[in-house]
Nanobody
Framework: QVQLVESGGGLVQAGGSLRLSCSASVDMFTVINRMGWYRQAPGKQRELVAV???????NYVDSVEGRFTISRDNAKNTLYLQMNGLKPDDTAVYYC???????????WGQGTQVTVSA
């Protein structure tokens, strides 16, 4: 079982920045292959925001490309999402996601609310 705990959400004005963190309960380097951030806005489907592999390869949804940066610190067992230039459309609950090696399963955090005011 893997526990993921997000933090760092909050209320920010448009144009501002936030950094989300996701702390994992396992050794990320040996257990977790891909990690990512998803978000879900009210009335909308959950969407993938950014993903990072153990090797450090990243992908972003077009709407956040150039504004958000995903990173992982395997020594601290923590995943990050640096969000700059926030827009009201970025308002959502953000979820941390982990996909384990060898098809051992995937896990989600409980989510953290990000609210961007105009």
């Amino acid at each position: 079982q893997v526990q993921l705990v997000e933090s760092g959400g909050g209320l920010v004005q448009a144009g501002g920045s936030l950094r989300l963190s996701c702390s994992a309960s396992v050794d990320m380097f040996t257990v977790i292959n891909r990690m990512g951030w998803y978000r879900q806005a009210p009335g909308k489907q959950r969407e993938l925001v950014a993903v990072i592999t153990r090797a450090g390869n990243t992908n972003y949804v077009d709407s956040v490309e150039g504004r958000f940066t995903i990173s992982r610190d395997n020594a601290k067992n923590t995943l990050y999402l640096q969000m700059n230039g926030l827009k009201p459309d970025d308002t959502a609950v953000y979820y941390c996601y982990a996909d384990l090696f060898y098809g051992a399963g995937n896990f989600w955090g409980q989510g953290t609310q990000v609210t961007v005011s105009a």
